[in-house]
């Protein structure tokens, strides 16, 4: 969601990789025990550095990831799903070349969008009128597109790219 978000995206060496300080939220003095990076991790979590690299260059390279001005914002960004309680944020971002459907899933449970979507999911929009098979490119942790349907795992989020 951070890469997702307007503005400079700020992580932490070792994050793509999950690096994790062993638990600890404030090491500032902690020793290097806790502090330096283990290397071997990288080996560990390939899947998690690749989606990084995939997120960075989605945002380096389309500027509706990097809008900096509140009117460009409120113009190019619509959220669909913010409800409190559903789990479930979704926004398109769009201008003359290209529209992009974003979907962050912590409902506790899949979700199904996308065309003729019958699910009912209390109130979220499902984008029945979308036919994901038509999107240009993804990127995603965990999904699953069939027949123009998208089902989005618990936790999982799905990034997709339409031409205008």
């Known amino acids: 969601m951070l890469f997702a978000s307007q503005g400079i995206t700020f992580i932490q060496i070792g994050q793509e990789f999950w690096r994790n300080k062993q638990g600890l939220d404030n090491t500032f003095e902690s020793p290097d025990s806790i ?15 690749d989606l990084t690299k995939q997120l ?20 190019h960004l619509t959220f669909q799903n913010y409800k409190n309680g559903t789990g479930v944020i979704s926004f398109t971002l769009k201008d ?3 529209k992009f459907i974003l979907f962050f899933n912590s ?13 009912n999911l209390n ?6 009128d979308v036919d994901f ?3 240009v490119s993804n990127i995603s942790n965990s999904i ?10 618990n936790l999982g989020f799905a990034i997709f790219k339409f031409n205008s």
């Open 35 to 49: 502090n330096d990076i283990n290397w071997d991790y990288i080996g560990y979590h390939p899947d998690t550095i």
């Open 96 to 98: 003359d070349t290209a």
């Open 133 to 135: 098979s038509y999107a």
């Open 56 to 75: 960075i260059n989605l945002k380096k390279s389309n500027g509706l990831f990097r809008l900096d001005m509140y009117n460009y914002i409120n113009e």
């Open 123 to 128: 109130g979220i929009y499902t984008y029945s």
């Open 144 to 153: 699953n597109v069939s027949g123009g349907k998208v089902i989005i795992d």
């Open 107 to 119: 409902s506790g449970s899949q979700i199904e969008i996308g065309k003729d979507s019958n699910s």
